[in-house]
Nanobody, 120 residues
Framework: QVQLVESGGGLVQPGGSLRLSCAAS????????MGWYRQAPGKERELVAV???????NYVDSVKGRFTISRDSAKNTVYLQMNSLKPEDTAVYYC??????????????WGQGTQVTVSS
């Protein structure tokens, strides 16, 4: 079983910055990709950014140039540095990890979510 623990959300003014962290633990053999999704009230969950084991990163257009995803493979941790935050970035942010367990089963696990609120 694989667990994800997120941290770093909060309230920030427009133009401010936040850094989200997500640490994976448990029966992990390898992690192929880790990503961040968000869901605003009344909207569907959307992919924000994803990074693969080969450090390839992809972003939704609305955050390109403002958000940076990075990964510490030794710690099974992914980060999302969010700069120049806008009110429309307000949402619950969820971490996702996909990989293989020690028993060679594939997994796709979600974190519990962390609230990000951008408001003056």
């Amino acid at each position: 079983q694989v667990q994800l623990v997120e941290s770093g959300g909060g309230l920030v003014q427009p133009g401010g910055s936040l850094r989200l962290s997500c640490a994976a633990s448990g029966s992990i053999f390898s992690i192929n990709a880790m990503g961040w999704y968000r869901q605003a009230p009344g909207k569907e969950r959307e992919l924000v950014a994803v990074i693969t084991s080969g450090r390839y990163a992809n972003y939704v257009d609305s955050v390109k140039g403002r958000f940076t995803i990075s990964r510490d493979s030794a710690k099974n941790t992914v980060y999302l540095q969010m700069n120049s935050l806008k009110p429309e970035d307000t949402a619950v942010y969820y971490c996702n990890a996909q990989g293989v367990t020690l028993t060679r089963a594939t997994f796709s696990t979600w974190g519990q979510g962390t609230q990000v609120t951008v408001s003056s």
